[in-house]
């Protein structure tokens, strides 16, 4: 296996340093997502990866381990970047073993400024001190722990009737059920979704910033377009979002248009899985001039 540390060109003339360069884009490309939402990104597509670890891959200047870097790119991007990344991963190391690709090395791991459960095995053993510290500690939260749930097993056997009328409050006021989010839903109408809300890529031309958001909580997303030319009056403002995958089908796609506006929105648009990309175009008027986004942006 070569030396992940040298920058001598892979098989295709890729090198660590070119590698870890096209990391950093990836993640400057999302720089309102924070490293716990990449984080959760990650083990939602399969990859249990901490913020620390994503924060890591950032700032590394060794190539990180093969499944983290696999979590970074997926949290950013999607299944088929992620493989791309893996397989320049493989060649960097000299096609090395896959099944030990993910083994701890000290040539290949980041610094971080937290250890990963894989770094576990390399930290030193504590000073007796320091164990019999961790023994106090551990039989006072035992104590707490357990006090606790002797309170929450009293008040459920003394009090079982208030208990079971608290949970049951919403449906014995006979307030209904939160309605389920589908395409075409006005995202301002759901609290639920804009409490989590974020701004997942954007691209600003003369004219206006086009941006597309999402909820994950809701799994769903949708486009906006801001002015910036403040010649909203007497002109359109007109925005998609649609799938990557079909960007053609129009009965999927939800869109909009708004004249003598300075924003406009478009309807939700819920996402068929955890991995599909979607995509906000927008477009403005300026007197007969139609400006178009200066590219799309993407989940």
Request: hydrophobic share 35%; proline share 8%; with cysteine.
């Amino acid at each position: 296996m070569t030396d992940p540390d040298t920058s001598s060109p892979g098989v295709n003339g890729d090198s660590v340093e070119q590698s870890l360069t096209d990391l950093r884009q990836l993640r400057e490309r999302q720089p309102s997502l924070s490293y716990e939402a990449l984080a959760s990104r990650a083990r939602n597509r399969g990859y249990s990866r901490s913020s620390s670890a994503m924060h890591a891959v950032y700032r590394a200047d060794k190539l990180p381990t093969r499944e983290t870097v696999s979590a970074f790119v997926v949290a950013l991007t999607d299944a088929a970047t992620a493989e791309e990344f893996d397989t320049r991963w493989v060649e960097l190391n000299g096609g090395g073993d896959p099944a030990a690709s993910d083994e701890v090395d000290g040539s290949m791991v980041p610094p971080r400024t937290a250890p990963e459960v894989d770094d576990a095995q390399d930290q030193k053993p504590e000073p007796k001190g320091t164990r019999r510290v961790w023994w106090w500690v551990v039989a006072v939260l035992v104590v707490v722990i357990s006090n606790i749930i002797t309170c929450l097993v009293t008040i459920a056997v003394v009090r079982p009737t208030t208990t079971d009328t608290a949970a049951n409050a919403p449906e014995a006021a006979g307030a209904p059920p939160a309605e389920p989010v589908r395409n075409g839903m006005n995202p301002n109408q759901l609290p639920r979704c804009l409490d989590d809300v974020q701004t997942v890529d954007s691209a600003t031309n003369e004219a206006f910033t086009v941006k597309v958001n999402f909820s994950e909580h809701c799994n769903a997303a949708w486009g906006k377009v801001e002015r910036i030319d403040g010649r909203g009056l007497g002109n359109t403002i007109g925005i998609r979002i649609y799938p990557a995958a079909a960007p053609a089908d129009s009965t999927t796609a939800q869109r909009t248009s708004e004249r003598d506006a300075t924003a406009a929105f478009t309807p939700i648009l819920v996402r068929t899985d955890p991995t599909e990309r979607l995509c906000v175009e927008g477009t403005v008027t300026d007197g007969a001039r139609t400006i178009p986004a200066a590219r799309p942006v993407c989940l």
